[in-house]
């Protein structure tokens, strides 16, 4: 594939493997061709990661380091999105340049709505998309810069809210300057004869022929031998489940195939041309033709819109998709829509022209298509006059999923009146392949289209369309609910039209209340408002505390220099290594058998743990982890051995044979049954004399589900030999270099040597350093003097790892008729998997959090780290806060729900107020939570959208808004006082120069840039002398874990004692020569003799909790929030579009407002996620399913907030950290849960509308399946359920 072509052969290593299967977009890279026909030059994106480079002959692939670097001249586009600070870890930010930039060349003045759908293919897991949204708005040409994010520093002298970027200072884009077409690319397509080709690899002949003829001959020759054009379906067929094609035909250059003929009747469009070609034609069409004619393509349009994203649509065919086994989408639009009308649909070669009808999909991905069989062109006719189609669909993300269910139906209505002539309906997803729904066909056909006819046609389709409780995907009750609810939309659809047409008879246009369920959700975005505190009046311009610095490695990330760790050059005889992980979730080893492995050729080695020497495990929270499992297994995707080879390859061929012999353990248990100890309990008050005394009781429970990191980078782990005495330079990605430099495991063992450690890392993950040093202690036996590579592939990546910790969380609260809450118990169990990890830690925090923003007098949590034949579990941003405070505001909900208020009432009600104790004893003023929540009311205008919400309710019968505000009281540092710890080291140069180095690890979250800013005050020089170089273990030795929100508090005061230290020293030398320069000072004190060398130290709070009193000072202080979010839900679908949300934190002074907000955003969004869209997915043998962005939705751009702003709160002061700043990293995480109870809040009042009041279940996430159901239509009631324990389930409910 070009992306390791690219990245391996090339040393082109900008282009990014974030999947490689073409879902997340970090391979984007251009593609430019010449057309002779019209001698024009084509630009599109493409995913490299599926482009194979046999079919780039003749066409020239522009890469994000082609467009601009450092060394020549940063882009506008690299430059911009540096600037907005969009790039974080910066991992996806190459992709992100490459998708604009492509969209600049093609439109140099683009829409909102073409950079959405042009982005709308390109995941970030850092930012939150505002940041790269508000960077890329300023090349449109009318562009909203009023509000948005822009820094102004003369804002600041006229009072105005200083902005987080100058947009008068940016590039500007001349498209004159770009890359020109390589000329001898012209030559070479007008000049030299079209030859075919053939390409002989390893495994695989690739030919391309030039000819029809050639293409013909070729298929007769070679049946089986799949046709290439796209390869978005083959390219992961082959790589993801092996499977094997020794011969494939491209046929890309056979002309036939790629034109397009207009009749009367339709159009003919080439089995060639690109999903974004026949978009392009169709939208045409629509534009040109009557609007009676369009109806065929007005559907299509909406359906194309949807598949995959761009880079998808610019290469794949819709021919591919029909004849693919999973992607149906086009296929049921088409084939629903015209099926019935007898109209022919594709032209076959040599055979004439076959329909898509029910007979030609035969089953899971199988054709009655004949292998030797070619599809010429498309046919989409016109429609007819009375003719109405619908291409309706629902997905578990707004854009770029695959779809639950969608459907195609048309009907045909005699003329002049309403009465059905004929009526055709199809759906995807409720069978192996496209499913017809041939008896309610006939159900209606001769009768008017009215309520009646209707009711009596979802009664047979119900009937009609039944699905197997353990249906492939889930989502049966779902499923079914949406055959019925698509078919309503649609009939929205077509009454609103006949009555524009008839206007007559019984026929009465929609009322403004059923329309709702046809008007689509709000999706227009618009700028965002981020407020800040601008520096205080004097401050030097030299000091750049409190400044929105742009990131310190943005430009090198956005222009792809930044070197990740699979970016380091291979070193010579460099070897590489897989993992072979276990398939069983409970058994006993019997037996490793690697014979074959060996002999592949190129594998050198495969580690079992009976290689690995002395200690075989690693303790971790005082509980032994086996490094390799050795006897025993307990569960999927545990590591037992490792393959190493010559390239990866081989490594990988060497794995598929390794066999492991196992004998299954009896039942393997996978949600609650077991504990990890300590278990934990706390308690304030008395809380079962408080349940005597309160006027109501009500019991509840909310189950929330776990979380895969999806950092963009994978894994990754280079180790390299250098030096004498067997010293090993370790390259990982990680937060805790310290842990992976342990020597534990060799104490008895083979390693003499010197670590010597470099970490790289561009994570958004909490620690999993535990796991990866496991790796890199493997990785670091010499291996005859040669480097070792692991990068693990996504899919790998997600199993091995663990997750965020599902939650069952089941409570019992007392209340008093005026909403003040007196007495609650909760009991969290945590799925923690099969190893203890970092578990029992975080069921602590789960109750040190419970109580969150309220003081309830009579408090009591019990906590406990479930033992399960899962992946071990583990720490991600927010360790159990997120799920311990989901429980408690969900109770607060019950109550107002059982109270019949609005639940923010209840919330203010319960709040603390004063200065309080927590229930573990620990003292707090919640003055600026206060604040908080009442400037984000009042930022917001809760009070009056809130009763706008409820006046849009009365008016929409299918669309409900809901509206939450949520409050955050969120501890900052460790509770295990000893990690509060950080040191650093500064050198000065003779040249005046800064080097700092420090303990803590940038992930994306800006600590580097932070530290330059505070090496700047102290030191009094500009950012300009100061270098921050990566964390490394050999220069700032026994650092502390990246985490708790501390990296900037601690390694902060670090830089900044170093500093100091630093610049007392030179105090001598400056008053002898106040007027003069840094580097004149620095000079002369080198020539004086004065050290320019400082080590740097924070000792930090003694922090600690005492569990058996049930109490302590496990915190330094808190960070403060709030925020207000509205959704609109489509209660037919379970959709949903987050309209505005508005975040109030008091993070104190922050030193860099940017950096922050970024920190506050893309949390948020990943708060979203959590509570709304991600859900992970296992089989009932414990396999996870949910392997890779195909599966696992992460937000995209599409589900960001349509309007967004942030404020930090004024005039907050914090004693107990640097520069009164305060940790931000993790506590707005929790946050996107208000869009959680802003859903909740809607489908109460779907609910309410349906007599159903008081308190409901909807569990996290509240993903489009739950909200529907729990929205209990019409529809979702016809579903009758499926028996408990009658069937197996497609997936385990977990927790
Ligand atoms: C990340 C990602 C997201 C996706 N999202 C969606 C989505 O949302 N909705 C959706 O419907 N699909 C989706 N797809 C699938 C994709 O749209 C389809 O796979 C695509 O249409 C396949 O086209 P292709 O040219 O890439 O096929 P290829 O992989 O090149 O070929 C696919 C098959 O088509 C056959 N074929 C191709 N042309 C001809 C011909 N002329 N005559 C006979 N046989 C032919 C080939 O023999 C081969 O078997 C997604 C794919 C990816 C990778
Ligand atoms: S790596 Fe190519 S799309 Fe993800
Ligand atoms: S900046 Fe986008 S993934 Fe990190």
Redesign the pocket.
Known sequence: MLLSYLRDRLRLTGTKYGCG???CGACTVMVSRYQPGTKTILHYSANAC?LPVCQLQGAAVTTVEGIGSTKTRVHPVQERIARAHGSQCGFCTPGMVMSMYTLLRNTPQPTMEDIREALGGNLCRCTGYRPIVDGFRTFCQISSFQGSSFYCPACVFQGLPPQLFDQGDLLPLDPTQELIFPPELILMAQTEPQMSQRFIGENIVWISPVSLDELIQLKADHPQA???????????DIKFKGALHPIIIS?TRVQE?FAVTRTAQGVYIG??CS?SVVKALLEGLVQELPEEKTEIYRALLQQLG????QQ?RN???????H??PT????YEVVQGLLVPSGRPLWSLLALGQILLNKDFLVGFGKTS?KPD???LSVFIPVSRKWEFMGALRQAPRKE???ATVTSGIRVMFTEGSSVVKELSICYGGVGPCTVSASRTFFLPTNRPWNEQTLSEAYTVLLDEISLSPSHPGGKVDFRRSLTLSLLFKFNLQILHKLWEMVRTGSLLDLSEEMSSGIRPLPNQLQPGIQVFQPVVNGQSVDDQVGRPVMHHSAISQATGEAVYCDDIPKTDGELHLVLVTSTRPHAKIRGIDVTEALQVPGVVDVITSKDIPGKKFRTFTGVDEELLAENEVSCVGQMVCAVIADTREQAKRGAAVVKIHYEDLPEPVFTKKSYFQPQRTIERGNVTQAFEEVDQVYEGEIRLGGQEHFYMETQSMVVVPSGEDRELRVYLSCQHPTYANSRDSFKQGVLSCQESWRGVWRETNISLCWRRAWFSDLLSRPRSGRAVRCVLERGEDMLITGARHPVLGRYKVGFMNDGKIIAADLHYYANSGNTADESVLVVEKVLLHLDNAYNVPNLRGHSVACKTNLPSNTAFRGFGVPQSMLVTENMINDVAMKLGRNAEEIREINMYKEVSLTHYKFQFDPKNLLRCWDECKEKSDYDSRRQAAGEFNQKNRWKKRGLAVIPIKYGIAFSEGFLNQAASLVHIYKDGSVLVSHGGTEMGQGIHTKMQQVASRELHIPTSFIHITETSTSAVPNTCPSAASFGTDANGMAVKNACETLYRRLEPVRKQNPTGTWESWVKKAFLQKISLSATGYYRGHDLYMDWEKQEGQPYAYFTYGACCSEVEVDCLSGDYRTVRTDIVTDIGRSINPSVDIGQIEGSFIQGLGLYTMEELQFSPSGVLLTRGP?QYKIPAICDIPLQFNVYLLSDSDNPHAIYSSKGIGEPVLFLGSSVFFAIKDAVAAARAEAGMDGPFTLDSPATPERTCLACNTDFTQKIPPSRPGSFKPWALNIP
Do not use: H, K, M
Request: hydrophobic fraction near 45%; charge should be negative; glycine fraction near 20%.
């Open positions: 299967g073409g879902g599926l799949p046709l290439v054009i796209g390869n978005t379906n083959i390219g992961p046929p195939l089995a060639g999903l949807n598949v995959g994203g998808i290469v794949a065919v819709s021919v591919g998709s004849l693919s992607d149906r989408q086009v298509l069989e070619i599809v770029n999923a695959l195909s």
